[in-house]
């Protein structure tokens, strides 16, 4: 509380044009400004702080809400992706990024060298080396990046996942 009031006081010393005509006001006014938009603005309008304040606990509150339900879901089939050492990096960013996003959890494997794996994938996934990487959801083949996205529009990958 008294901090948010001295972080007002002090936005409205910096924002406030009294004094402004004086350069030895201007000037580090300006600064003080300068930095406070650098570093975030921490300094700000009552208005403004009540608002962070707010997003804040809104942002716990649904933190801890999801925390909550997560546990009372049954748990997620795993998510595999089968890729090759150094080919289409670009590819398996996209993939992760996609997983992460809708808050999968996943894991890597690297097949190069490993001839087996590499075999059941490819016979599995019913694609060829150059269609690396490939995405798992327990044992059931998903495909490339194309065939992720395809699944995530649909909701299969969410329901192959959560087992819905």
Same mark, same amino acid.
């Given at each position: 509380? =008294? ?7 002090? #936005?409205?010393? =910096?924002?406030? +044009?009294? *004094?402004?005509? $004086? ?11 300068? /930095? ?5 603005? +921490?300094?700000? @309008?009552?208005?403004? /702080?009540?608002? &962070? ?8 509150? $649904?933190? @801890?809400?999801? %925390? @909550? ?8 089939? +795993? !998510?595999? !992706?089968?890729?090759?050492?150094? @080919? ?6 996209? =993939?992760?990024?996609?997983? *992460? ?19 059941? !994938?490819?016979?599995? %996934?019913?694609?060829? &080396?150059?269609?690396? +990487?490939? !995405? #798992?959801?327990?044992? &059931?083949? =998903? *495909? ?21």
């Amino acid at each position: 509380m =008294i901090l948010a009031r001295i972080r007002e006081v002090l #936005f409205h010393a =910096i924002t406030t +044009p009294a *004094g402004d005509s $004086l350069a030895a006001i201007r000037v580090p006014k300006d600064i003080a400004r300068r /930095i406070n938009m650098t570093l975030g603005m +921490p300094l700000a @309008s009552a208005e403004d /702080i009540a608002k &962070r304040d707010a997003a804040r606990e809104r942002l716990a509150t $649904l933190r @801890s809400g999801a %925390a @909550s339900e997560a546990k009372s879901e049954t748990a997620a089939a +795993p !998510v595999l !992706v089968y890729f090759e050492k150094d @080919s289409n990096t670009r590819e398996l960013g996209r =993939i992760e990024e996609l997983l *992460g996003a809708r808050g999968f959890t996943w894991k890597r494997l690297d097949v190069a060298g490993d001839e087996a794996t590499m075999e059941f !994938v490819l016979l599995t %996934a019913k694609c060829e &080396r150059d269609d690396l +990487p490939v !995405v #798992f959801v327990a044992d &059931r083949a =998903i *495909g490339s990046f194309p065939a992720l996205v395809d699944a995530d529009v649909s909701g299969e990958l969410a329901r192959a996942i959560h087992g819905g």
